[in-house]
């Protein structure tokens, strides 16, 4: 039996006959990555994890905010100058930022970055109304001209695909490890994970959803042989001043942080969808859990009242069977 | 013809109201849970019961036949 | 290329401000499609597969007849060996070929004739000679996979020395209501010839069947439903009709109809219990109805357990299967019979049988080996309704034992 809860392996017997099984632990992504894979051939098994970490990586490199010749960086740096033609997966992803843009009626906005220079949760301070409007300006995904190949940036804007490529890269490195020829493994890029199948002996993996008060706790484990499943939590990131919680994920309309849900899991096909998804229901607030009904979601939620809500299927006790 | 009619309905009706990801579909893709398990057994344990018994069928259409029968 | 993948998208979008009301709905499709068109992201999931060769050898013997109930010949009846070679691979992307050979070799009695004299305790008389027989049958079929569902056209031949048969099958299957539902229709023909062996020598039904034919179409249709995730319902009908040469050459009094069409219905059910140890259990019945009043009803079960002892993985399963018919409309044991057709053919008697069984594999990296057992029993008052008064001495009892090796490569 292997308890995975986000971020947390417990391995209380992985062998299976004839099988290699390997645990492969790096950093990326802004936290703790891991993969968990069989593989009758231990030798094939070394190199498939080499080129799925190696795809993680590049995808991190491609895309970081921090690195001054990511393709990010470059679009960044051309804000109010030139238009920029961007490479073909480059294009997939504003493509898909677009539509969940307008699919969220502008919350999901890769353009909300600029935010987190006012809201600095080392700092822990509240930034005053006046500069939160200030910075609102150059807050919107409408702003920026983006005709499918060629993007342009009004000056002092910028993009940011944080809540968008940890999950990208998810998907990827499941299609390289499968490529590889590996058919049991589970994929955990801080928390996002995606599963390539059950284990040899056809178990499931077990996957926890954490406790948002109590996040080395699990509140639901699901059973999971194939999907992706991608949380969204007020715990990540957050500071607390004047008993307030501030959170990471900003309301790109009101400048300010939410506070209604605490956290949010989806489950769906592709880790990116159920990143963003869960991204997306966040900003929805108080509307998150109608919302996510509508769109036909599998979710847990949970409010910070202690209130849960979700799909068919899943329950706030025990084991889900996924 | 009345039956197998009905029987479609049925299973349409069901399946109106059942929804299983393909996430959730671990279980049902075990190999103990398919129509044979062991298919080289299935065929030849078909075989003898075709041989030695006055029904047979039920399966996919009916292959060849042989002496024994 | 690319730009028209955005033109798509916009045009989604477009569409959706004029359909608010079918907007909702249609926001996780549209996000997974958008996902999908990035070049390098996840594809549609296909689970590599591996070829196999699959060798399986059984051995089945027939308990021999009670002494007291036959009346000439030997009371040792068939023993069969049968050498199963399989051979499975996938072919290109979407295609799979199927290849198996099944060699038999068969020695030991046959029941020729039983007569009932009027007392109520018919007498079995046996061949003499023990008869050596070999059998080999081979078969190809090749599927092709899409989307959806699968094609499937199948070939297969038998032969003997004294039989020979041809058969060409297709059948389909398509995935619908997102993938809840399978349909699956079958047909398939039959051509086979008869050459009994020392026709001259023994004339009779074997003369009679020289040269002669058979011929068979069959039809089966039938759904596969997922329930819920732990549960998958298969329901079925099928027809086959046979024409030609349908009496047995060797039996000295067998004169049956010239044609047979058979109807049976069937349902498999599978259900996978988490809360029971993982148990799968598997429940089949089917209800069988022919032109010589022939009914039987058939129902089997198993019961299939994923074990692991000491880092050795095993599957094991205990089977159990019961069946009971009622005799066809002209089935007799009279010594003269004067109907325009008889047989005293046990397999058209009323009897009821059971049989009980477990099978065992053992799974290795590239391997598994497998193991069954099950012996088989019947009698004629076992059956639920249309017994016959009299019971037909030659009912068979028999054992398989079989081991098998699968290789996956």
Redesign the interface.
């Known amino acids: 039996m292997l308890i995975i809860t986000f971020n947390r392996l417990e391995s209380l017997s992985g062998?299976?006959?004839?099988?290699t099984q390997l645990s492969h632990a790096f950093k990326a992504m802004g936290g703790p990555c891991s993969f968990h894979l069989y593989h009758?051939d231990p030798q094939a098994l070394h190199l498939a994890i080499q080129l799925a970490e190696q795809e993680v990586l590049r995808l991190e490199k491609k895309y970081s905010r921090f690195l001054e010749n990511s393709v990010i960086s470059k679009i960044n740096q051309s804000a109010g100058q030139h238009s920029m033609t961007v490479d073909?997966?480059t294009?997939?992803?504003l493509?898909?930022s677009?539509?969940?843009f307008?699919?969220s009626d502008g919350l999901f906005d890769i353009t909300s970055g600029v935010l987190n220079k006012i809201w600095d949760f080392k700092a822990g301070k509240v930034p005053t109304q006046k500069s939160i409007n200030a910075c609102l300006k150059y807050v919107g995904f409408e702003k920026i001209q983006w005709?499918?190949?060629s993007i342009f940036l009004p000056k002092g804007m910028q993009i940011d695909f944080g809540g968008v490529v940890k999950e990208?890269a998810a998907?990827?490195a499941?299609?390289v490890l499968k490529n590889a020829?590996v058919?049991s493994g589970l994929i955990d890029l801080a928390g996002d994970m995606t599963?390539l199948?059950?284990r040899p002996?056809?178990?499931?993996w077990l996957v926890g959803i954490r406790n948002p008060n109590q996040p080395d706790k699990a509140i639901v484990t699901l059973?999971?042989?194939?999907?992706a499943i991608a949380t969204s939590g007020y715990y990540e990131r957050y500071f607390i001043a004047d008993g307030k919680r501030y959170c990471h994920i900003i309301n790109p309309k009101t400048g300010w942080p939410v506070a209604h849900c605490a956290t949010i899991s989806i489950?769906?096909?592709?880790c990116?969808?159920s990143g963003?998804?869960a991204t997306i229901a966040m900003l929805k607030e108080g509307e998150a859990a109608e919302?996510l009904r509508?769109?036909?979601?599998?979710f847990y939620m949970q409010d910070r009242y202690g209130s849960y809500y979700s799909s068919h299927?899943l329950s706030a006790t025990g084991v889900a069977?996924? | 013809m009345k039956t197998v009619l009905t029987l479609l309905t049925l299973v349409f009706a069901l399946s109106a109201c059942t929804t299983v990801?393909?996430?959730?579909?671990?279980?049902l893709?075990?190999?103990?849970m398919q129509g044979s398990p062991i298919s080289q057994k299935t065929m030849l344990d078909n075989h003898i019961y075709f041989s030695k018994e006055g029904a047979s069928g039920g399966g996919q259409a009916a292959g060849g036949g042989c002496g024994c029968n | 290329m690319?730009?028209k993948?955005?033109?798509a998208?916009v045009a989604?979008?477009n569409s959706?401000k004029l359909n608010a009301s079918g907007r909702?709905?249609s926001?996780?499709s549209?996000?997974?499609a958008?996902?999908?068109?990035?070049?390098?992201?996840?594809?549609a999931?296909t689970?590599?597969e591996k070829e196999t060769v699959s060798v399986r050898y059984t051995q089945y013997q027939e308990a021999p007849l009670e002494t007291g109930s036959v009346s000439s010949g030997n009371t040792g009846r068939f023993g069969i060996n049968v050498l199963q070679v399989g051979y499975f691979t996938p072919y290109k992307e979407d295609y799979s070929i199927d290849t198996n050979v099944t060699y038999e070799t068969l020695s030991g009695a046959s029941p020729y004739a039983t007569i009932d004299e009027g007392d109520g305790d018919p007498k079995v008389y046996m061949s003499g000679a023990s008869i050596e027989e070999k059998r080999i049958d081979a078969s190809v079929s090749g599927t092709r996979y899409f989307k959806e569902g699968t094609l499937n056209s199948s070939f297969a031949i038998s032969k003997e020395k004294d039989y020979q048969s041809v058969a060409i099958g297709a059948a389909g299957s398509l995935e619908i209501f997102d993938k809840h539902t399978t349909l699956l229709a079958s047909v398939s023909t039959s051509f086979d010839s008869l050459s009994p062996t020392d026709a001259e020598l023994f004339g009779g039904g074997r003369i009679e069947a020289k040269g002669k034919s058979k011929r068979s179409l069959s039809f089966y249709e039938g759904v596969t439903q997922v329930i819920s995730?732990?549960q998958t319902l298969q329901v079925g009908v099928g027809y086959t009709r046979m024409k030609g040469h349908l009496s047995d050459p060797y039996r000295s009094k067998d004169q049956r109809p010239s044609s047979r069409e058979q109807h049976t219905l069937s349902a498999q059910y599978r259900h996978h219990f988490?809360e029971y140890h993982?148990i799968s259990w598997h429940l089949d019945y089917r209800f069988y109805q022919d032109e010589w009043g022939v009914i039987a009803n058939t129902i089997g079960t198993s019961a299939w357990k994923?074990l692991?002892v000491m880092?050795?993985?095993f599957t094991i399963a205990p089977n159990l299967r019961y069946h009971w018919q009622h005799s066809a409309d002209f089935y007799t044991l009279e010594a003269a019979p004067e109907s325009e057709y008889y047989s005293d053919d046990f397999r058209l008697s009323a009897y009821g049988a059971i049989s009980a069984g477990v099978d065992a594999q053992f799974?290795?990296?590239?391997f598994s080996v497998t193991f069954g057992l099950s012996n088989y029993w019947s009698n004629s008052s076992w059956g639920l309704t249309g017994r016959d008064s009299v019971e037909h001495p030659a009912l068979l009892n028999f054992t398989t034992f079989s081991i098998g090796v699968d290789y996956h490569f």
């Not at chain 1, 062998?15 to 099988?19: E, T």
């Not at chain 1, 002996?201 to 499931?204: A, F, G, M, N, T």
């Not at chain 2, 893709?29 to 103990?32: L, R």
């Not at chain 3, 958008?34 to 594809?43: H, Q, Y």
Request: hydrophobic letters at 35%; glycine letters at 10%.
């Open positions: 062998q299976i006959a004839g099988y009758d073909a997966e294009q997939g992803l493509n898909y677009a539509l969940c307008e699919q005709d499918g190949e990208f998907d990827c499941l299609k020829g058919c599963v199948g059950s002996d056809s178990s499931p059973q999971m042989s194939a999907g489950i769906s096909d592709q990116l969808v963003s998804v919302w509508d769109i036909e979601a599998n299927g069977g996924l | 990801k393909p996430w959730e579909k671990g279980n893709a075990k190999n103990n | 690319v730009v993948q955005q033109e998208v989604v979008i959706n909702k709905k926001t996780l549209m996000l997974s958008s996902a999908l068109a990035i070049p390098g992201a996840v594809e999931a689970v590599p995730r732990n988490t993982n994923d692991s880092g050795l993985n799974h290795a990296k590239d």
